[in-house]
C-alpha cells in the first residue's frame, strides 16, 4: 500500500501557536470508588487538547482516542491522572490536558423517615500537564436550598428560598473524597436537596431551612472556611449560584483561595 500523504505534519508559516488542540464531548466509561472502596460506574464526557506550536499545521486527532482506548473499556482515577502526560509522548507536547465530566449518584437517607433515595451530583476532574508538572483539580457540582435572611427579617409570615448550584474546586496535598466535599458545601446552606421525602422529612426540612438563613455570601464564606480548615485541601474555588423564586435574576458569589 502507498504512504498516504500526512497533511498535519506540513509546516505552517502564518507564526501562530494553538494554545490547546483536541477533541471534546467524547462519551466514554468511567468506575470511581467511593469512601467505602465501593466501585461506581458511570459515563465521563471527555475533552483532551495540546498544544500545538507554530510551525506544525495541525494535530493528530486520531492519537487522542487511541491514547484513551489503550487503558481498556473503562477509566479509572489512576487512568485520568496519567493520561495528560501520555499525551505530551504520543504528540510532542509541552502542554496537554484531559477534562472528563461525570454523573455521580450517592444514597442520601431523607431526615426523619430515613427513606432512601438516589441523588446525583456533577463532577468534573481536570488534570493539566505542562512540562514534568502536574495539576489536578476536583470539582463537584452541589444542588442546594437557601433561605433568604432578609426575606425572614421583614415578612410577618414565611420567607422565600429557593434551590441553588455550589460549584466547589480544590487542589489537594493528598486526595480528597467526593463524599467530603459534598458534606462540606450542604452543611454550609439552608438545607441540603433530597430526591425522596415524605410529609414529616418535608417538615423537618422546611423548618430546619428556616431556622438557618443564608445568603448566597453566607454560602460561599461558609464553604470557604470549611476549605480553608481541611487539612489536605491547599487551594479552593468555590461558586454560588441562587435560582431566585422572587426576582427574574439569579443571585451569585465567588470566593477563591491563593495561589496553589
Not at 20 to 41: E, M, S, T, Y
Not at 81 to 101: G, V
Not at 144 to 151: E, G, H, Q, R
Request: proline share 6%; glycine share 4%.
Amino acid at each position: 500500500m502507498p504512504a498516504l500523504k500526512d497533511t498535519q505534519n506540513e509546516r505552517d508559516d502564518r507564526r501562530l501557536p494553538i494554545d490547546r488542540v483536541g477533541i471534546k464531548n467524547l462519551r466514554f466509561p468511567i468506575c470511581v470508588r467511593d469512601r467505602d472502596a465501593n466501585p461506581q460506574h458511570t459515563v465521563g464526557t471527555v475533552s483532551m487538547a495540546v498544544d500545538l506550536p507554530h510551525h506544525f499545521k495541525g494535530t493528530h486527532m486520531s492519537r487522542f482516542v487511541e491514547v484513551l482506548h489503550a487503558h481498556g473499556r473503562e477509566l479509572t482515577v489512576a487512568d485520568v491522572a496519567a493520561i495528560p502526560q501520555e499525551l505530551q509522548k504520543r504528540l510532542a507536547a509541552d502542554k496537554a490536558h484531559l477534562e472528563i465530566r461525570f454523573p455521580w449518584f450517592r444514597v442520601k437517607k431523607a431526615p426523619v423517615t430515613q427513606a432512601e433515595g438516589m441523588l446525583d451530583y456533577g463532577i468534573i476532574f481536570e488534570v493539566n500537564a505542562d512540562g514534568a508538572e502536574l495539576d489536578f483539580v476536583v470539582t463537584v457540582e452541589a444542588p442546594v436550598t437557601t433561605l433568604c435572611p432578609c426575606s425572614k427579617a421583614i415578612s410577618r409570615h414565611g420567607a422565600h428560598n429557593q434551590r441553588g448550584l455550589v460549584t466547589f474546586s480544590v487542589r489537594f496535598h493528598q486526595p480528597v473524597w467526593i463524599e467530603e466535599m459534598i458534606e462540606m458545601v450542604e452543611s454550609a446552606a439552608s438545607s441540603g436537596l433530597y430526591s425522596l421525602l415524605k410529609r414529616p422529612d418535608e417538615k423537618h426540612v422546611t423548618e430546619a431551612a428556616y431556622e438557618n438563613p443564608v445568603f448566597v455570601e453566607d454560602l460561599v464564606r461558609n464553604v470557604a472556611l470549611k476549605a480553608r480548615a481541611h487539612p489536605r485541601v491547599r487551594w479552593f474555588r468555590v461558586e454560588a449560584e441562587n435560582f431566585e423564586s422572587i426576582h427574574n435574576h439569579n443571585a451569585w458569589a465567588v470566593i477563591e483561595s491563593g495561589p496553589a
